[in-house]
């Protein structure tokens, strides 16, 4: 018999550990349901692009912290990276500025206001995103680009277009603006999808722009045509970038080295080379790196 209510006691527990971990997901969402449809949320019409993050700390599932304890502020206009290893963060701090999440504690301001006080539609619209797979739907380039933009005019997006590079390439299909992308944009090349995506921010035309790694999925040499129209994109806008090449990040006006949720470095290039710290490791590691491959290639050309 206590054999038996031992079998049924064992069988319950993952079903009652279920619903406990349902019932706190359930209550969470709701929380963030109800900070979403705030009726006292404030509009912002205005934004200057001032960055603020106040002692962050944030936990998927109340997990271990993913980031603990992170203070910086970008100032309009500039240009701030975020370094480290797989895991260490980076990506977090975007999703919660971007406001997928909300910060465990601490807060995240721009320009003064709370992220958490403002109306979602209002904040996202000052805000474009770069990511590393740019999401495209099966349909034609212009319905994919007016996704940024629904009341835009033709001419706006070819503007923008033009700008990122991707307006010639665009004409030279033989339906041009019509031609279907195909599932998840897989008639395109990477270099084109991001292009792409780069109009779609520049369309947008917000005060900041976030750069998830948005080269790093591409080779070397299609990284260096994007960079230039990533830095027309960029010019006098509020930029976050998370990069994996740390050439692409030498003009930063602040780069943050974080490491297991923390930052543990922060500095331009120049500086931080100087302190020989963790920056300094990697950035000797992808230098000696670079200059293998290059000879490598150079010896395969011969």
């Not at 406001?99 to 807060?107: K, Q």
């Not at 779609?200 to 790694?213: G, S, V």
Request: glycine share 6%.
């Amino acid at each position: 018999m206590f054999v038996s209510i031992l079998a049924y006691f064992t069988q319950l527990q993952a079903p009652l550990q279920f619903f406990g971990s349902f019932y706190n997901q359930v209550q969470n969402n709701l929380i963030d349901a109800e900070r979403m449809l705030a009726l006292n949320a404030k509009e912002i019409m205005r934004c200057d692009g001032r960055i603020t993050f106040s002692n962050v700390s944030f936990a998927y599932h109340q997990r271990k912290p993913a980031i603990n304890n992170v203070s910086f502020t970008v100032e309009p206009g500039t240009k701030t990276a975020i370094i480290g290893e797989s895991g260490s963060g980076k990506s977090t701090c975007l999703k919660l500025l971007f406001r997928f999440y909300d910060v465990s504690s601490g807060s995240i301001q721009v320009d003064g206001h709370d992220i958490r006080s403002l109306k979602m539609l209002s904040y996202r619209r000052h805000i474009a995103v770069v990511p590393q797979e740019t999401i495209l739907f099966n349909a034609s380039i212009l319905y994919n680009l007016q996704y940024a933009k629904p009341d835009a005019a033709l001419e706006e997006i070819y503007e923008a277009c033009k700008a990122a590079s991707i307006h010639d390439r665009i004409t030279e299909f033989p339906e041009g603006y019509d031609t279907k992308v195909g599932e998840r944009g897989l008639r395109l090349s990477g270099g084109e999808r991001q292009r792409i995506a780069i109009a779609r921010a520049l369309l947008k035309d917000p005060q900041m722009i976030l750069l998830d790694e948005a080269t790093a999925s591409l080779d070397s040499h299609t990284e260096k045509q994007i960079q230039g129209a990533l830095e027309y994109a960029t010019n006098g806008r509020t930029t976050m970038t998370i990069a994996h090449r740390l050439s692409t990040i030498t003009d930063a006006d602040q780069i943050l080295v974080f490491h297991h949720g923390e930052i543990v470095e922060r500095g331009t290039h120049e500086e931080l080379i100087r302190k020989h710290g963790r920056y300094y490791d990697m950035w000797e590691k992808q230098t000696k790196k670079q200059d293998a491959n290059k000879a490598q290639d150079d010896k395969t050309s011969l």
